[in-house]
């Protein structure tokens, strides 16, 4: 697909320093659950070295019928220009890219092991599987610092009471158990195999910050999960 624009609707904070973007739908446009697409600023008053492109994913599944993506806010021109981009603005993007998506075959389960902003094509794949009504087995290892930080906590809740099939664990890193009753620290061996029985059966997505990304693969093969059974999307430079 050439560059087209999109109109931005509305947007909304759904986390802490987290914004979710709401664009006008194309006509006629069509995407695969975890893809991305390059959002690009149209004459931007400030510039960095970044450039005026990101990759951005798809954060609502195809069968919610909304174009919506989410960055964490954080100091660079591109994000700023972004943060306070009018509704009604447009900005330029290049349709549906990648193949970080959920696998087709339903009785291999899939386990999500995804860190922060990571979450974003991830929400799009379980929400998608959740109202298809797929028979695929789903887990969600979500780490975040608090619940504050987490971006769509409740609407990964609201998913796991809808589709039987889909077991949420929302991990805490920096809470303590006063304020969190779920799990706390970092993903590990162990808490992996407390909710997936065998470890060599699922595929695995890992997605979030490269230096997760890394770990997650690294317990995974010294696990003895084989490497081909791991999918992996970096978000760099969250």
């Known amino acids: 697909m050439t560059n087209s624009r999109i109109k931005l609707k509305k947007k909304e904070l759904v986390a802490k320093d987290t914004m979710a973007f709401f664009w006008e739908m194309p006509e006629g446009f069509e ?44 100091d660079s021109a591109f994000k700023r220009e972004l943060k306070d981009l009018p509704e009604g603005s447009e900005v330029e993007f290049d349709g549906a890219n990648g193949s970080f998506t959920l696998h087709k075959t339903e009785s291999t389960p899939a386990v999500f092991l995804i860190g922060g902003i990571g979450i974003t094509p991830i929400r799009s794949m379980i929400a998608e599987a959740t109202n298809q009504k797929t028979d695929h087995d789903l887990t969600l290892l979500y780490s975040n610092k608090t619940p504050e930080d987490a971006p769509f906590l409740s609407d990964f809740e609201d998913m796991a009471k809808r589709n039987p099939n889909f077991t949420f664990v929302p991990v805490m890193t920096r809470s303590n158990a006063d304020e969190w009753g779920g799990e706390r620290g970092h993903i590990d061996a162990d808490l992996l195999k407390r909710y997936v029985s065998d470890i060599n059966k699922p595929i ?22 084989n490497e081909d059974n791991i999918r992996s999307e970096e978000f760099a430079g969250y």
């Open 204 to 225: 695995y997505y890992l997605s979030g910050p490269g230096h997760m990304v890394e770990a997650m693969q690294k317990m995974l093969v010294e696990a003895g999960v």
């Open 31 to 74: 995407f695969k659950a975890g893809q991305l697409t390059h959002i690009k600023l149209i004459d931007p008053g400030e510039t960095d070295e970044e450039g005026t492109k990101r990759a951005l994913s798809f954060v609502y599944a195809p069968s919610e019928n909304e174009l919506v993506t989410t960055t964490r806010l954080r």
